[in-house]
Antibody, heavy 123, light 108 residues
Framework: QLQLQESGPGLVKPSETLSLTCSVS??????????WGWIRQPPGRGLEWIGS???????YYNPSLKSRATISVDTSNNQFFLKLSSVTAADTAVYYC???????????????WGQGTLLTVSS | EIVLTQSPGTLSLSPGERATLFCRAS???????LAWYQQKPGQPPRLLIY???SRATGIPDRFSGSGSGTDFSLTISRLEPEDFAVYYC?????????FGQGTKMEIK
């Protein structure tokens, strides 16, 4: 059974760069055509797509983040990563990693999620 | 960017009743790449419906989706106690993919 697990520092100071890791078990990042992504949810609010990547390393981002986000992949350790630079209090959120099916006829959506990790931006 | 507007913001119903939730897009959603998710407190979202009307694996048949273009709906035919949660629609037909603001379904 596929499992995703986020890990990160929990607290980051304003203007610093946050780094999060998603560790995948029960399946290989490099198998199939799935894409892997990050989605965040500020406390008490809705969901925002941050970006997605394929195991090849090509990545796509939400323009609202103004090029602050970078997603990368380590297939040898079955992990992918999010870096978000120049953080502010507005970046405080629960950050989820997730997997998206590539097949329009087969559960085409974010079908597998981690439990999420709360990241707080504060001095 | 496609903006998804969900209505109502809150829906107060009793177990056994029928629920209909709406999602309106600011532009046509390409190929009906519209999904619905359920989220309970402290949990990640759960994929319910994809392609506007197809149930995801393991989702009970009391959940159904319909619509096309800019207007979509999610119907729960008979509410079970575990269905009281927040529901989000999401489009992935155009980048950036976007989510609606959510509809909270609460017990009346």
């Amino acid at each position: 059974q596929l499992q995703l697990q986020e890990s990160g520092p929990g607290l980051v100071k304003p203007s610093e760069t946050l780094s999060l890791t998603c560790s995948v078990s029960g399946g290989s990042i490099s198998s199939g055509s799935f894409y892997w992504g990050w989605i965040r949810q500020p406390p008490g609010r809705g969901l925002e797509w941050i970006g997605s990547t394929y195991y090849s390393g090509s990545a796509y981002y939400n323009p609202s983040l103004k090029s602050r986000a970078t997603i990368s992949v380590d297939t040898s350790n079955n992990q992918f990563f999010l870096k978000l630079s120049s953080v502010t209090a507005a970046d405080t959120a629960v950050y989820y990693c997730a997997r998206h099916s590539p097949y329009p006829a087969d559960d085409y959506g974010w079908g597998n999620w981690g439990q999420g990790t709360l990241l707080t931006v504060s001095s | 960017e496609i903006v998804l507007t969900q209505s109502p913001g809150t829906l107060s119903l009793s177990p056994g009743e029928r629920a209909t939730l709406f999602c309106r897009a600011s532009q046509n959603v390409r190929s009906n790449y519209l999904a619905w998710y359920q989220q309970k407190p402290g949990q990640p979202p759960r994929l319910l419906i994809y392609g506007a009307s197809s149930r995801a694996t393991g989702i009970p048949d009391r959940f159904s989706g319909s619509g096309s273009g800019t207007d979509f709906s999610l119907t729960i035919s008979r509410l079970e106690p575990e269905d009281f949660a927040v529901y989000y629609c999401q489009q992935s037909g155009s980048s950036p993919q976007t989510f609606g603001q959510g509809t909270k379904m609460e017990i009346k």
